[in-house]
C-alpha cells in the first residue's frame, strides 16, 4: 500500500479554493501510484474555522464541496472537513472512494485549552472507523485523539486496524515538533501500532502550521518526517512482513532544525500568509536602526520580496546619525527602497500646540509618546494611501510590561514579533546574518534605545534583558506567583516592579494588532486576562513586607 500524504496550506473559508487544493494533491498522489490520499485536519474548510462554523451556509457550502470531491477523486481520499449530523457538528475524517463518501470518522477528544476551543463547536465522536485499503487494515483518529491517552488507538486497534492515519491541524510554538513525535512515537510503541500524522501548513492569523508530518513504526521510531513551513506531498510505502507492519518513506528524514532557524522559518511563512490571504499588495514599516526594526524588515524581505516592501525612516531630534546611517545599511543591503522623513517640523507643532496646555508642568514620557503616535500617523497614511499592511516592530518583552507607545509603535496590522523575547530578538537576527549579513554589527551591540529623549537606554527603565525575559517567561507563560519567582532566586523589587507593569499593560495588549505566535503561551487567544483586575499576586507579597502602594 501507498500513502501519499498531502500537506497543504488550506486557507479558512476558502472551501472551493481549499476543495480544489485536494483535488491538485490527489491528481499527484495518483500519477505517483498512491492508493491513498490522507489530508490535514479540517483541510476543507481550513483551521480554525472558528464562528463560520455557527453559520449554515457555510456548513452547506462545505458539504456540497465534499460531493464534488468525492464525485471527482481518483483515488481514496481521507478529507478533513467539518460535518452536521441533524443538530449535531462534528469534526470529522470523511472516507472518499467510489464516487461516494463511504464513511465517517468524528473526533472523540476535543482540545478546549490554550488556542484551541472546540468544545464551543463541536460534539464529541464515539465511534472507531477501521477500513481496508490495498490489503491493509486502517484505523483513523484526528490530532488530540492521539494526544488525550490510547483509548482511541486501542479501540482502532481492537477493530483490527494494524496502522492508524491521523490528520492533524497542530500549530507550532516552541519545540512543538520534539513533543509530537515524542508523544506519537510513545503511543505507537505502547500499542505495538504504526502511526502516520499528516499537519496542516501555512499562516492562520496570529497562528502558524509547521507541517513537518512524520510516520512512526511500531516501536515508535520514526521512519519520515516532512518539511518544515512548506507544502509537500511525502510517499510512504506499507509493507507486512512476519513481524507485521513496515514502513518506508520516498525520502530521507528531513533533519532537525536549529531552534533559530525554525522560529525563523515560522515568522517567515506567518508574514507571507497573512499577507497574501489578506490581498494586501505589500508591507511597509518604519526603520529605526534598532534590532527590533531590522529583524522585521529581513523576514518581512524574506516573505514578500524586496520589491513588497517599504520603510520610512523617521528622524528626531534625538535620533543618533548612527541609527539614521545603520537603518540606511540594512535596507540597502535588502534591497528595499526606503523614504527618510524627519518628524522634527511636526514635533515641534505639537510642542507649541500644547504649550498652553502643559504650561507649568515639566516634559515626561507625554512627550516621548508624542513621536511615537507622528511615526504611526506617517506609516498609516502610507498605508492608507498605498494599501500596505502596517508592519509593527514591538517584541514580546516590551508588550509584557507596556514599553510601548498606544497608538504609536503598536499601531498597525500585524506585529511579526509580537511573540518573541528580546533575547530570542537577538539570536534571530544572528541567524539571520549568519544566511548573509544584512544588519550592522553594532546593532547587535550597542545599547538599545527607543531615542524618545536625551541619552535614553532601554535598560533606564527596564531590568536586563536576561532577567526581564525570563521573569517574563516564568509568569506569563507558567504562571508563576510572585512568591515562586522570589524563591527562584529573582530579586524581590524586581519581580514586583516587572509584575506590575505586566498587569497594568493588559488593556495596550487588548488593543495591538495579531501577531505570530511562537512560545506556548502567547498574548491574545492564548493569555485571556481581565483589563479590570483586583487580583494580583505581586500586591500580597508587598503587604507582607509592609509597602503600601
Given at each position: 500500500?501507498?500513502?501519499?500524504?498531502?500537506q497543504v496550506n488550506c486557507r479558512v473559508g476558502d472551501v472551493a479554493g481549499n476543495a480544489d487544493r485536494l483535488l491538485a494533491a490527489a491528481a499527484e498522489a495518483q500519477a505517483a501510484g498512491a492508493d491513498l490520499l490522507l489530508t490535514p485536519e479540517l483541510a476543507l474548510s481550513g483551521y480554525p474555522p472558528?464562528?463560520?462554523?455557527?453559520?449554515?451556509?457555510?456548513?452547506?457550502?462545505?458539504?456540497?464541496?465534499?460531493?464534488?470531491?468525492?464525485?471527482?477523486?481518483?483515488?481514496?481520499?481521507?478529507?478533513?472537513?467539518?460535518?452536521?449530523?441533524?443538530?449535531?457538528?462534528?469534526?470529522?475524517?470523511?472516507?472518499?472512494?467510489?464516487?461516494?463518501?463511504?464513511?465517517?470518522?468524528?473526533?472523540?477528544?476535543?482540545?478546549?485549552?490554550?488556542?484551541?476551543?472546540?468544545?464551543?463547536?463541536?460534539?464529541?465522536?464515539?465511534?472507531?472507523?477501521?477500513?481496508?485499503?490495498?490489503?491493509?487494515?486502517?484505523?483513523?483518529?484526528?490530532?488530540?485523539?492521539?494526544?488525550?491517552?490510547?483509548?482511541?488507538?486501542?479501540?482502532?486497534?481492537?477493530?483490527?486496524?494494524?496502522?492508524?492515519?491521523?490528520?492533524?491541524?497542530?500549530?507550532?510554538?516552541?519545540?512543538?515538533?520534539?513533543?509530537?513525535?515524542?508523544?506519537?512515537?510513545?503511543?505507537?510503541?505502547?500499542?505495538?501500532?504504526?502511526?502516520?500524522?499528516?499537519?496542516?501548513?501555512?499562516?492562520?492569523?496570529?497562528?502558524?502550521?509547521?507541517?513537518?508530518?512524520?510516520?512512526?513504526?511500531?516501536?515508535?521510531?520514526?521512519?519520515?518526517?516532512?518539511?518544515?513551513?512548506?507544502?509537500?506531498?511525502?510517499?510512504?510505502?506499507?509493507?507486512?512482513?512476519?513481524?507485521?507492519?513496515?514502513?518506508?518513506?520516498?525520502?530521507?528524514?528531513?533533519?532537525?532544525?536549529?531552534?533559530?532557524?525554525?522560529?525563523?522559518?515560522?515568522?517567515?511563512?506567518?508574514?507571507?500568509?497573512?499577507?497574501?490571504?489578506?490581498?494586501?499588495?505589500?508591507?511597509?514599516?518604519?526603520?529605526?536602526?534598532?534590532?527590533?526594526?531590522?529583524?522585521?524588515?529581513?523576514?518581512?524581505?524574506?516573505?514578500?520580496?524586496?520589491?513588497?516592501?517599504?520603510?520610512?525612516?523617521?528622524?528626531?531630534?534625538?535620533?543618533?546619525?548612527?541609527?539614521?546611517?545603520?537603518?540606511?545599511?540594512?535596507?540597502?543591503?535588502?534591497?528595499?527602497?526606503?523614504?527618510?522623513?524627519?518628524?522634527?517640523?511636526?514635533?515641534?507643532?505639537?510642542?507649541?500646540?500644547?504649550?498652553?496646555?502643559?504650561?507649568?508642568?515639566?516634559?515626561?514620557?507625554?512627550?516621548?509618546?508624542?513621536?511615537?503616535?507622528?511615526?504611526?500617523?506617517?506609516?498609516?497614511?502610507?498605508?492608507?494611501?498605498?494599501?500596505?499592511?502596517?508592519?509593527?516592530?514591538?517584541?514580546?518583552?516590551?508588550?509584557?510590561?507596556?514599553?510601548?507607545?498606544?497608538?504609536?509603535?503598536?499601531?498597525?496590522?500585524?506585529?511579526?514579533?509580537?511573540?518573541?523575547?528580546?533575547?530570542?530578538?537577538?539570536?534571530?537576527?544572528?541567524?539571520?546574518?549568519?544566511?548573509?549579513?544584512?544588519?550592522?554589527?553594532?546593532?547587535?551591540?550597542?545599547?538599545?534605545?527607543?531615542?524618545?529623549?536625551?541619552?535614553?537606554?532601554?535598560?533606564?527603565?527596564?531590568?536586563?534583558?536576561?532577567?526581564?525575559?525570563?521573569?517574563?517567561?516564568?509568569?506569563?507563560?507558567?504562571?508563576?506567583?510572585?512568591?515562586?519567582?522570589?524563591?527562584?532566586?529573582?530579586?524581590?523589587?524586581?519581580?514586583?516592579?516587572?509584575?506590575?507593569?505586566?498587569?497594568?499593560?493588559?488593556?495596550?495588549?487588548?488593543?495591538?494588532?495579531?501577531?505570530?505566535?511562537?512560545?506556548?503561551?502567547?498574548?491574545?487567544?492564548?493569555?485571556?486576562?481581565?483589563?479590570?483586575?483586583?487580583?494580583?499576586?505581586?500586591?500580597?507579597?508587598?503587604?507582607?513586607?509592609?509597602?503600601?502602594?
Amino acid at each position: 500500500m501507498r500513502i501519499a500524504l498531502a500537506q497543504v496550506n488550506c486557507r479558512v473559508g476558502d472551501v472551493a479554493g481549499n476543495a480544489d487544493r485536494l483535488l491538485a494533491a490527489a491528481a499527484e498522489a495518483q500519477a505517483a501510484g498512491a492508493d491513498l490520499l490522507l489530508t490535514p485536519e479540517l483541510a476543507l474548510s481550513g483551521y480554525p474555522p472558528e464562528d463560520l462554523l455557527l453559520r449554515s451556509d457555510f456548513l452547506q457550502d462545505c458539504d456540497a464541496a465534499m460531493q464534488r470531491l468525492a464525485a471527482a477523486a481518483p483515488l481514496p481520499m481521507l478529507v478533513g472537513h467539518p460535518r452536521r449530523v441533524q443538530e449535531q457538528l462534528y469534526n470529522s475524517a470523511g472516507l472518499l472512494r467510489g464516487g461516494r463518501a463511504e464513511a465517517f470518522y468524528h473526533k472523540h477528544c476535543l482540545p478546549n485549552y490554550a488556542v484551541f476551543d472546540e468544545v464551543r463547536y463541536f460534539t464529541p465522536g464515539a465511534q472507531s472507523l477501521v477500513f481496508t485499503c490495498a490489503g491493509i487494515r486502517c484505523g483513523v483518529a484526528i490530532c488530540e485523539d492521539v494526544w488525550c491517552g490510547p483509548g482511541v488507538a486501542q479501540a482502532a486497534q481492537a477493530q483490527g486496524a494494524e496502522l492508524l492515519l491521523v490528520l492533524n491541524a497542530s500549530p507550532y510554538h516552541l519545540n512543538k515538533q520534539r513533543v509530537r513525535e515524542d508523544e506519537v512515537g510513545a503511543l505507537a510503541a505502547r500499542c505495538h501500532l504504526p502511526i502516520v500524522y499528516v499537519n496542516l501548513v501555512g499562516g492562520q492569523d496570529e497562528l502558524v502550521f509547521d507541517g513537518q508530518s512524520f510516520a512512526a513504526d511500531r516501536n515508535g521510531l520514526l521512519a519520515l518526517r516532512a518539511a518544515r513551513c512548506a507544502e509537500a506531498l511525502v510517499l510512504l510505502d506499507v509493507d507486512r512482513d512476519d513481524a507485521g507492519i513496515r514502513l518506508q518513506a520516498d525520502r530521507p528524514l528531513q533533519p532537525v532544525p536549529d531552534e533559530s532557524a525554525e522560529v525563523y522559518d515560522v515568522l517567515r511563512l506567518g508574514v507571507h500568509d497573512y499577507v497574501e490571504k489578506n490581498g494586501f499588495p505589500g508591507a511597509v514599516l518604519g526603520l529605526s536602526g534598532g534590532v527590533d526594526s531590522a529583524l522585521t524588515l529581513a523576514v518581512a524581505v524574506d516573505a514578500l520580496g524586496a520589491e513588497r516592501v517599504h520603510a520610512l525612516i523617521m528622524p528626531s531630534r534625538y535620533t543618533a546619525e548612527m541609527s539614521i546611517a545603520d537603518a540606511v545599511a540594512e535596507a540597502r543591503s535588502l534591497g528595499v527602497r526606503t523614504d527618510i522623513v524627519s518628524i522634527e517640523g511636526l514635533f515641534h507643532s505639537y510642542l507649541e500646540t500644547l504649550a498652553p496646555l502643559f504650561a507649568g508642568r515639566a516634559a515626561d514620557t507625554t512627550e516621548e509618546n508624542l513621536q511615537a503616535r507622528i511615526r504611526a500617523a506617517l506609516l498609516m497614511a502610507y498605508s492608507n494611501k498605498f494599501g500596505h499592511l502596517l508592519l509593527t516592530t514591538g517584541n514580546k518583552s516590551e508588550i509584557a510590561v507596556g514599553y510601548a507607545t498606544l497608538y504609536g509603535d503598536m499601531a498597525g496590522g500585524f506585529a511579526v514579533i509580537k511573540d518573541c523575547p528580546k533575547t530570542l530578538v537577538y539570536r534571530l537576527a544572528r541567524y539571520r546574518n549568519s544566511l548573509g549579513p544584512v544588519i550592522p554589527e553594532r546593532v547587535l551591540t550597542r545599547p538599545p534605545s527607543a531615542e524618545l529623549a536625551p541619552d535614553q537606554r532601554d535598560q533606564d527603565s527596564l531590568p536586563p534583558y536576561e532577567v526581564l525575559d525570563a521573569i517574563i517567561a516564568a509568569y506569563v507563560e507558567e504562571d508563576h506567583s510572585a512568591v515562586d519567582l522570589i524563591a527562584a532566586g529573582f530579586p524581590a523589587e524586581t519581580v514586583m516592579r516587572v509584575l506590575r507593569l505586566i498587569d497594568r499593560a493588559e488593556y495596550k495588549r487588548r488593543q495591538a494588532a495579531p501577531g505570530v505566535r511562537i512560545s506556548a503561551r502567547a498574548f491574545g487567544k492564548d493569555r485571556r486576562y481581565p483589563i479590570t483586575n483586583g487580583y494580583h499576586s505581586w500586591e500580597a507579597v508587598l503587604s507582607a513586607r509592609g509597602v503600601v502602594l
